[in-house]
């Protein structure tokens, strides 16, 4: 009988890989991306935390050292589909760009972390439960990125900006909606068709807007934090 | 003591309206009002038969003569996300109209769909329980609809049609995130708002499409059904 060598980590019975891409000894990732999956498939209401231990191949107590309770699973999630963008943003607004370009920067920076990820975090921020008072720090979040979008859109000249930065917010939240559908588009030109379609929506010219794209892409590229394009 | 009229209905204790507007003696409706606000509130998962019928004022036996299980009550709140728009669908690509004028009277009539009524339906389309076979009626629809969209949107001449067509039909439904987010503005203006941009994202062409829009509020008045601007 073959003995597995002390070097390698022995896999524990029943604790399935919910993420390939996940790192072993990361259990606290581990534990995200399981409770992402249920959350997701078996619906959060009806996900239990032992489940969510079960699939990290933890058990409770393991599990509630890191997250006391179902609702920080959620706090933690619903954080990643917002604090991406919020940091860049803080950050793009220092940058001595154009408008338009840091629109069309933050609309592709935005897109491209809700499509990020096996799992479609997006879709917890409308649970009935993610309106509990526990969330606020999320929603107060959003509204500053929100903001952010707001002052960008006016700083094109939109006509309408309130209504514009409803229509630009809302149609990056779209991919939420639909990326996951069976599409056929890759991330990086979904982002890209998102941050034109934020510029249409906003300035109402024509076009491809190939300059804006290309200093977006410069920008996008000297940000901080992990490479994104 | 004032004495109730006889020809006026006497309101039967524990029976809240959930939405002011819909009319006495229907109670097929009342029920579908009751289970779309518990569905919206508690969550789906959440909310059982019972308290679907104590909402309603009906005992379970009566709920259950107008909906067997809780899924033919999803089944029929998801049905109304997307049967009105599919319905004028049908109609309107037998009108003698440009698809510029088509599109912006879909993107319209879809849209002030969506945003009807006081709850939130379309976000019942991403509840995981939405995926089972049970409500592959729904779906099937939606893809109808969808392919509509991509009618007109290739009619309309866009260069990346299928990514477009995403685009323009996430922008609709991208209403289900934000509309009923504190909106500073009237279904209608979100409607017109949205129809516009679903032009600038198609045609990318600049302005305001009055020609079109009015093209399109002349076809919205004439089509069939209820009147909806």
Redesign the interface.
């Known amino acids: 009988m073959a003995r597995v060598p002390a070097s390698e980590p022995v896999r524990r019975v029943g604790r399935p890989r919910v993420d390939p891409t996940a790192r072993d000894g990361e259990p606290r990732e581990e534990i995200l991306d399981a409770a992402a999956k249920l959350f997701?498939?078996?619906?959060?209401?009806?996900t239990t935390t032992r489940a969510v231990a079960a699939a990290s191949g933890l058990r409770q107590p393991s599990l509630f050292h890191y997250f006391p309770t179902k609702e920080d699973l959620l706090a933690e999630l619903l954080d990643r589909t917002v604090s991406p963008a919020l940091a860049f943003l803080h950050w793009l607004l220092e940058q001595p760009a154009r408008p338009e370009v840091q629109l069309y920067a933050l609309a592709w920076r935005d897109t491209d972390n809700l499509c990020a990820g096996p799992h479609?975090l997006g879709?917890l921020?409308?649970?009935?439960?993610a309106r509990a008072e526990r969330f606020s720090p999320f929603w107060t979040k959003r509204t500053k990125l929100q903001r952010g979008y707001r002052t960008l859109v006016r700083d094109c000249g939109a006509v309408?900006a309130?209504?514009?930065t409803?229509?630009v917010?809302?149609?990056v939240?779209?991919?939420?909606?639909?990326y996951r559908r069976g599409?056929?588009?890759g991330r990086a030109?979904?982002a890209h068709?998102?941050a034109r379609?934020a510029l249409?929506?906003t300035?109402?010219?024509?076009?491809?807007f190939p300059r804006q794209r290309a200093a977006a892409v410069a920008l996008l590229g000297s940000a901080p934090g992990p490479a994104v394009c």
């Open positions: 997701s498939t078996v619906g959060y209401a009806r479609n879709a921020q409308l649970l009935p439960e309408d309130e209504l514009t409803e229509l917010f809302g149609l939240e779209s991919v939420i909606v639909w599409g056929r588009h030109a979904v068709g998102v379609g249409r929506l300035t109402g010219r024509s076009g491809e």
